[in-house]
Each structure stands twice: as structure tokens, then as C-alpha cells.
């Protein structure tokens, strides 16, 4: 196994929330000891519902914001300080593809200057190649030179989106964070993009950094994926595996209400309870309250993240003591 | 409840402490207050006998404390052209201010509010429109034009009133409708837009559909909010009472505080202008305070942004 | 004529035949003053100083001085045009100082949250909390009196407006969007505000220009109408009015003429300022 070129080591990251007419202030631990290593050149999908700290790790990762706890290293150092002109600087390695392409986009800069403005940025090139780099990427992302002489706002949101992509890779960077980067975009365009991204990064030999909440897409474009709830990892492993035969009650429950085909819908595992919210973190496993297997210790005892074999990783005080029958969801 | 009032009232002796901030840094950037004050034909030693007597010789902060201390014992200095505490002079000439003031307060009210809830409920109409017009009027056209204008029509053309001093209240009579007129414009466009704005809101509409009758939405739900915004503008108007007549006393002789200013800037009479630069400041952040009571007892929802903010 | 409009192409750009008649005016009325301010010299049919005493007091409509003379025999058009000149120097430039000031504080404060914006927002309180005309009488009586200081003192007016604006945008701009996917490729925030941000608020910012402008040009026009803004020899619209004040009775056109000048001019730049934000900003109210 090479060394990984992304290594994020027991991150946590807490926000303050004021609420009520007192303004009494609440702490919310939007992700709470999180490790995890990407190797070069291949793909971590991160699943997990809205709440469960997945943007904000991808954030971390990126070093677009720092953690209280824990480090992140890229390719062998720790990432610069935020803001600083190496922070600056390393941003050339590193890029963002974001759930709105159009919030992400100028609406006042034609398209063929946002792919080039990192260029600028990073005073890549002289001024002719810079143009025949964004010639270059408009072509890599399946536009052309009509379509960079176009405002964000005459685009769909396909393009724009392949925009955003454009620019990211204007640098060359090492290391790509998708966060949502479909979600946004009709089903019908979905696939597009997401073909476009496995491909560049098969030619590209990217890293990436893949989130979302929709565990076909994830599957489709990940090697490795992690599986968050509230701010931890719950289950990580290889993707196929992992969807196979998800451990984590769950990974179980996420599996069975994703829809794929020969799968009879009797079986499906409904999540009952409140949806998680991280502002109130349940005690031991914060799964608990959903969970059909819960017992007693689940409740007291915070479950860590034990290897099962060399492949998987669960938390999960039920497959590391006395395991559940397996479900077979595939 | 408390902190919402008490976050108010140190906000409000924020401002004051600004303005007397404000005030030391405009007097320290003026020159030397010594030869300011006593004059440049002034001996050395009387000048530095000056600068030992007001902690001139001191660290700036010391001086900056000094300062403050001074105020807040009431000490705002003597007028320099006839050496009476700027304090007394000031007070003094209050009560010509009110006099003109007040009844231009309460012209802007009574005039502009029901015009401005008249012109709302009949968007559109002859009146709504001269509403807008006049409002326009009394933005672009200045204080010191419209009060040359009445003279020109009502003093010197038809000779009916006469065109300044303070004799009988037949010379308030047009320092008054000059100062009535603008506000009453302003406070008219304001209203007029405020009602506008509620009378758009969902819930007038759902009152209005559930068969309220139309006379009962306004007077029980679009008044009363209409009102929130309305009182601030009505706020700022109570804090200017002092300040507001600055031009138009000059331009009619009228003896108040505003005439009184401008004639302390001309000759650069400092403990005058401070003093009324104090006062103002005062007035003002009382008034702001009195809103933003009136505010919580009007807007409960206020009170929780209030807290936040 | 609506066909043709109707096949133009569906860009944003404002099409004349959408433009009313109101601000058509407006727009003509304020290029005739700054073409009279730019040429005062050479479109001034006199010196404004220059005494012509055998036309004393003459009325206007007289063939060698349309507007009258003055009590000196002054020319009164000579002087309204060089007024004109001053009164838009002062406006035009404190309006842009109070933006460029108001803008960067807001964006300070934007940048750096914190101690700074509390340090922004409490001076912007202050600020709107304190009628101005008064601040202003005081610094003008500390300070005494010039046309550059009397610049920037009109340029403290209104800045507030300006840095709550760009702040609040700012803060929108950081928190999501185009100015936090520039940052994250590696932008300087000088780049990300004056690049990116700038230009997209620029028409909200114009707007409270627009506000703010014929203000200006009523506080200079009182200050000077008191006899503190503009100093003789001087001339600004205020003081003009001010001195043909003294011969209200006797010759009303000296101070009509710099009046309605005064009257025309705000009221077009608030029809212009009205019709522009309907256009570039629904958000302002």
C-alpha cells in the first residue's frame, strides 16, 4: 500500500450555536474524532444524511477550515495556515467542486475567465498558454471556445458545473474534494457529470475526496468509502464490500432504502425516531435511538472503530461483540 | 427583558462617550487649545500657566480623562464672548427652540401620518399622488429655499406676516410651517410606504379573506404594525427638537439654540458649540432610548434580536 | 416599434424606448450641469467676480445679462455657473469619498469580523444616530474652513449606508458562493473583494450613491447658505442664495436662479436614483 497522499488524523470540529432569547450557548460537535487516509490516485466516498458533519470534514480536508483538534497532512506535511500565503499557494494542489455550481460561478465574469483566474492566481504560464490551457480544459470537460464566451447565467446547470470542474483542474491539482457535486443537477444530467468526473480521474490519476448522500453515485465512483453518522465514521471499507454486505445497523438501513435494481423493496429497513441533529448528540452510540438492535451498552458506551477483518472497519458494539446475522442486501 | 434594555442603555452611553471622544479629538486636532483660547498675543508664561491649569502638560490619554471627568462634572467651559458658562447660554435659549419645534413636531404628525395612511389606502388616487409629489417637494427642496420662498410670498408680496424676530406669534407662524412642511413630506412618504408594505403582508390578506370587515384590518392589524417603523422615524424627529432648527431660525432671527450655534461656529466660540454638541447628543440617545422601550413593549419579537444582535 | 424591441436580443442591457421621460430629463438635466461645470471658464460669459456697476440690480432678460446682475453688478448667470462648478465638486467629491470610505470599512469588517466589524457597526451607529449637520457645524467650528476640508467633511456624510451595505453583502458573498470558491483557489482577499465582490454589489452601491448625492448637495447649500460652507470670493449655490437673500425684496432673482438650480438638481439625481434602483436593485426598498 503506497503512503496515503491525504491523511487526516483524529479531527474534530465543535461550533457554537447561540439559541433562545438568553442566548445561551450550545456546542455542536459537527465531527468528532474523525481519521482516515486517502491513497494517490484513489477515491474515499463519504455517505452520510445532511447533519452528519460530511461537508465540514471535506472542508478540513481541504484545509478550508481548520480543526480543533486532530491534523490534517497532505502529501507528508500538515496543511498551511489558513489564509497564509503557503495556505494560498498550496490551494494550486488542491481544489473544491461545490453543490452549486452557479453560487460557485461569478455572474459577472464570462466563463473563460473563471477557468483561467486560478492561472492568473498562481501566475501559471504567460498569457498565451494561459489561453490555451482554458482552450485546453473547456475541450477536457466537453465544452468549447463558444461556450467560454458565455455568462454563468446562459448555461444549464450541467455546464456550469463542468465549468466549476474546468477551473478546478486548471492547476493540475493532486487532490479534488466533491462535495454534493451532482445533488444539484436533474437525474438525467447526473450520470453525465459523474462519467466526466470518473473519467478525468482515471486519465488524471486524481485523489479525490467524494461526498454525497446518494450511495449509487458514491458507489459508482468510489474506491473506498466511509460511512458518517453524526460526526463519526461508522463503517469503512472497500465499495463494493461495503454495499454488499453492509456491518453497521445503519449502513444496513442506508443499503436497503437505496433503491437498485433486483432488490425487492419487502426487506427495506425502516428508520424510525428523529432524524439526527447534531446541535443534540445522543449518549454511547448516537445511532441508538434508531437502532433495531440497540441494547443497554449502546446507550452508555461510545463504540469505536475496530477492524472486522483487513477490509472493513465498523463501529458498532453488536458486530464486534456478539454479531448480528449479516444481512445480505445484495 | 432586562438584558434587552440594559444591551440599550449601554449602547446609548456608548454614543455619549463617542461624542464626547468626538468632540476631544475635533478640539485637540484644532491646535493648541492654550493659544486657541487665550489668544496669540497671550504672554508665555500666562499660556503656560493655562497649560498647568487644564492639564495641558499631561500624557494625551490623561488629558482624554481629564476630559471626560470635566464633563462629566458639568464643566463645558464659558462662552468666550462674554464669559458666562456656555451652559447657561445654551439653556437659555431652549425654550425659543421648543417653541418653534414643537408645533412643527406635531404639524409633521398630525399632517404627514394621516396623509400618508390616506395615500396608502387609496394608492393611486388624485390625493395619493399630490401626497407623493409634496414629498417629493419636501425632500429636494431645501429648508433655507422654502423659507425665502413663504417671506417672498407671505411677507413681502401680500405683506401678511412678517419676515422675522420674535415679537408675537404671528412670527412663529412661518419658522413653523417651514420646519412642519419637510418633515411632514417625509414622515407622509414613509408612512405611506410602511402601510404599503403591510398591506401586502400574507396575513392582511387571510384577515381580509376570512371576512374581517375592511375598516377592522386596518385599525386592528395594519395600524398597529405599520406603527413599529413609523416610531422610529417619529424618534429621530423628538431627538432633533433641539437641533432640527438650526437653518430656519437663521434665516427668521428666531432666537434659539439653532441660531445660537451658528453664530458660536462664526466666531469660533468652542464651549458654546460643545456644549450644544452635547446636548444634542443627549437628546438624541434619550429619544433612541424611549423607541427602543417603546419598541419592546410594541414588537415582543424584537426583544429576542435585540438580544442576539 | 414593439417588434423590433420585441426581436432585439433578450440581453440585460437597458433599451432607451424603456427608458421615461422623467429620467430622460433628469439624465439631460444633470449632463447640462456637468458640461457647465467642466467649461465654467469658457462657458461663463463673465468673470464672476467682475463688477459691472453702470447694471446694477438689472433684471433678467436683459441682452447682456440674461439672469441679472447683483447688487454689485455682478452677472448672475457668470456666477450661477461657477457656483454650479463648486457645489458639484463638493458633491461629487465627498460622494465619493463617503463610498470608497464606507466600502472599505464594510469590507474590513466583512473580512475580519470580530473586534473590527463591532468597531464598524458601533461608528455606523453613531453615526446615524448623531444628526449630521450638527457634527459638522462642530468641525467646522474647531477646524475652521477650506474647500479641501470642506470636502472631506461631506465626505464623512452618509459612509454608513455604504459599509452596512457592502458588509452585509460581503458577508454573503464569503459565507457561500463565487467569493468563498475564489478564495479556495488561492485568491488574496484583495483579489476577492476588489475583483469579484466589488463589481457584484457595485449597483446596489451605485444606488445609495444616488441617495446620498443630492444630500450632499442640500448640506452644502445649507452650510454655505449660512455663510460656513464656501467662503467669498468663493461661490456655491448655498452662498449664492444666502447673499441674494439680502435682496429678497428688492431683486428676488438672485437667489431664484441658484435656488432652482438646487431644487432641479436633486430632484434629478433622486428620479435617476429611483429609476436605477427599480432597475438594477428590487431588493432595496
Redesign the interface.
Known sequence: MTAPLVEVLGISRTYRMRSGLFGRAASVHAVDGLSFGIAKGETLGIVGESGSGKSTTGRMA?G?ESPDQGSVRFDGAPIATLGSSAW?????RM??I?Q?PL???????SVADQIR??LD??KIGTAAERDDRVHELLQSVDLNDSHGRRYPGALSGGQRQRI?LA?ALATRPDFLVCDEPVSALDVSIQAQVVNLLIDLQARLGLTMLFISHDLRVVRQISRKVAVMYLGRIVEYGDADDLFARPQHPYTQALVSASPAPGRRSTNRIVLTGDPPNPAARPSGCAFHPRCRHATARCAAEVPQLVALDDQRQVACHLTTGARPKTQDAA | MLRYFAIRLS?AL??IA??VT??FI??R??GDPALMIMGPEAPPEVIAAFRKAWGLDHPIWVQYLDYFKAIGQGELGRSMRDGRPAIQLVLERIPATLALTIPAFLMKVLLGIPAGIYAALHRGSAIDRAVMITA?AG???????LA??L??IFA?QLGWLPSGGQDSWRHAILPIVTLGFGGAAVLARFTR?AML?ILGQPYIRTASAKGVPWRRVITDHALPNAAIPTVTILGFMV??LI??A??VE??FSWPGVGRL??V???N???AV??C??LL??MT??TS?LIVDFLYGLLDPRLRSKGAEA | MTDVAMKAPAARRLRWPNVPVSVIIAVGWIAAMLVLAAFADQLAPYGFTKFDLRNRLSLPGNPAHWLGTDELGRDVLSRLIVSIRISLLIAFGATAISAIAGTTLGFLAAHFRGLVEQAVL??A??QA???F???A????????NSLPLLIGLMGLFGWERYARIARGLAISANA???A???R?????PQ?VYLK?IL??IASTLIVSMTLVF?EVI?LE??LS????GVQPPMTSL?NM??Y??EY??RA?WI?LAP?IT??VT??AV?VIGDWLRDKLDPTL?
Open positions: 481541504l478550508l494560498r499557494a498550496q490551494r494550486a481544489q473544491m461545490f452549486d453560487g460557485a460561478l461569478d455572474r459577472r465574469l483566474e486560478p492566481i498562481h466549476v477551473r | 449602547r456608548l454614543t463617542l461624542v468626538f468632540a475635533v478640539l486636532l484644532s417629493v425632500f429636494t427642496v431645501p429648508s433655507f429655499v425665502l420662498l417671506v417672498l413681502v410606504s408594505e431627538g432633533s437641533a432640527g438650526v437653518v437663521s434665516v450655534l451658528v458660536a461656529v462664526a469660533r466660540d468652542l458649540v460643545q450644544i454638541l444634542v447628543a438624541m440617545v433612541n | 458601533m461608528l451607529d453613531f444616530s448623531m444628526p449637520l450638527i457634527l457645524l462642530a468641525v467646522l467650528a474647531f477646524l475652521g457561500q458562493g463565487y468563498a470558491a475564489v479556495q483557489l488561492g485568491a488574496t483579489r469579484h463589481p457584484n443630492p442640500l447649500s445649507g447658505f449660512l455663510g460656513l448655498g442664495v444666502g441674494g437673500r429678497l425684496t428676488p437667489m435656488a438646487i431644487v436633486t430632484l433622486s426598498q
